[in-house]
């Protein structure tokens, strides 16, 4: 896919892996609405990227924000031609030290998020002539597991079964569905369960640059799956 003058949606773009993702699609001439719950985040990048990232303060969980930003964003003329579910939540506890809320954020944010966003924009994407292409970033822990992320492991084994099943499903439709799954990130995304960014975790633009790669490979190929690891964790 050649990516300049393509319309990308990211979600989880103000920080981290997704905010690194959406410089990397801005700098190969990409369109991208990138979407996030902290506006403040949103415009400081959109001041440093410029006019092709949109800021879009948006609560994926939340499915009437989501229907009702697609509807009023998008038509069949134009409309996205790429999607990075990239917005995550995860917390490591015990399971009878979990809060609800916790709970809760992650299956809005992990699983609804993801069938909101993904369900809202194929209909947009199967009217397209051009092959179209979603990405979705699950986690090491679809594939495995370790105590005290029984819940997080949970949404990211649903991430994996999702992508897999996807993919056989929009083959037909000229719609590619590839799932990343990485291991530890040097980001913050674990920091409330008290881990904190290492320099032998993956480096976030190492991971945006091999989304690009996916993304950027001819249309005649699909990626449908690869995992990610740190070459010496700690």
Not at 11 to 27: C, E, F, M, P, R
Not at 37 to 45: C, K, P, S, V
Not at 213 to 220: H, I, M, N, Q, S
């Amino acid at each position: 896919m050649e990516l300049k003058n393509k319309i990308a949606v990211v979600t989880g773009a103000s920080k981290g892996l997704g905010k690194a993702i959406s410089t990397s699609l801005v700098s190969k001439g990409a369109l991208v609405y990138g979407l996030a719950r902290t506006e403040a985040d949103l415009i400081a990048l959109h001041t440093t990227l410029g006019s092709n990232f949109v800021p879009v303060p948006l609560d994926i969980s939340n499915r009437e924000q989501v229907m009702g930003w697609i509807a009023a964003t998008f038509s069949g003329m134009r409309s996205p031609q790429i999607l990075i579910n990239n917005a995550g939540a995860g917390y490591f506890s015990k399971i009878d030290a979990l809060s609800y809320e916790q709970w809760d954020e992650m299956i809005g944010t992990n699983l609804n998020g993801l069938f909101y966003m993904t369900a809202g924009l194929v209909p947009l994407m199967k009217k397209q002539k051009e092959t179209c292409h979603i990405i979705n970033i699950g986690s090491i822990l679809g594939k495995t597991t370790r105590q005290e992320a029984a819940v997080y492991c949970l949404t990211k084994y649903g991430v994996q079964g999702f992508s897999s099943a996807l993919f056989k499903e929009l083959r037909s439709h000229n719609i590619r569905v590839s799932c990343l799954n990485p291991g530890s990130i040097a980001t913050r995304f674990f920091e409330d369960s008290g881990i904190l960014p290492n320099d032998s975790m993956i480096a976030p633009q190492a991971l945006a640059d091999l989304a690009i790669y996916v993304l950027e490979t001819p249309d005649t190929l699909l990626i449908d799956e690869l995992t990610i690891r740190p070459m010496s964790p700690k």
